[in-house]
């Protein structure tokens, strides 16, 4: 099984990387990818160029080492639409089941991303839980909600499971307010991430 947690990373930060180790354990995920978008279509432009949240990401998996990176959405360029990129892995992980990785909010928001209603072919829907965000509905009507991870296993895809593994509440943007005020980044980001931020 194949784990995609896509984002900004922008930076990317202890939250994001910890909170994929957790999933990875928790489904028995085989290979978990970090998905780093070209240009995010739901938020504000990046402070960091992609080149520069590349490399902070690969700084980040040289400490965990259970995650790898896939570079693709920033190699195609342009407005990151997910369903393009879920497209081509099936086209590379043929045999594989796909879970796709979102927080909560973008499930709240999961009927504006583009062709919604096809990713139900595609992948697995794995939501992780957020303090005091919570949807009015549980369900979509692409996908059969699970809470059997083995269900996840038997199937290519077409399953929604709700996570047990806690997102990590760290911003992004609070911890790009911390470094312009020149704070303490400490439990935040990895050593390594800082020292670079400290350069650039």
Known sequence: MIGIYGGSFDPVH????????????????????????????????????????LQMLNLAIKEFTN????????????????????????????????CLIIGMDSFINFKTWKNWDEFSKLIHLIVLPRDGVQPVSKTLITFETVENIDKLKSNSSGHLYFSNSQMIDISSSAIRGKIAANQNLDNLLPISIINFLKKI
């Open 14 to 53: 202890l939250g994001h990387l910890q909170t994929a180790t957790s999933i990875k354990n928790e489904l028995s995920i085989d290979r978990l990818f970090m998905l780093p978008c070209f240009e995010p279509v739901h938020k504000n432009s990046l402070h960091y160029t992609s080149q520069q949240r």
């Open 67 to 98: 995650l790898e990176i896939d570079t693709q959405e920033i190699l195609r360029g342009g407005s990151s639409f997910m369903i393009d990129t879920l497209l081509d892995l099936k086209e590379s992980f043929k045999d594989e089941s796909i």
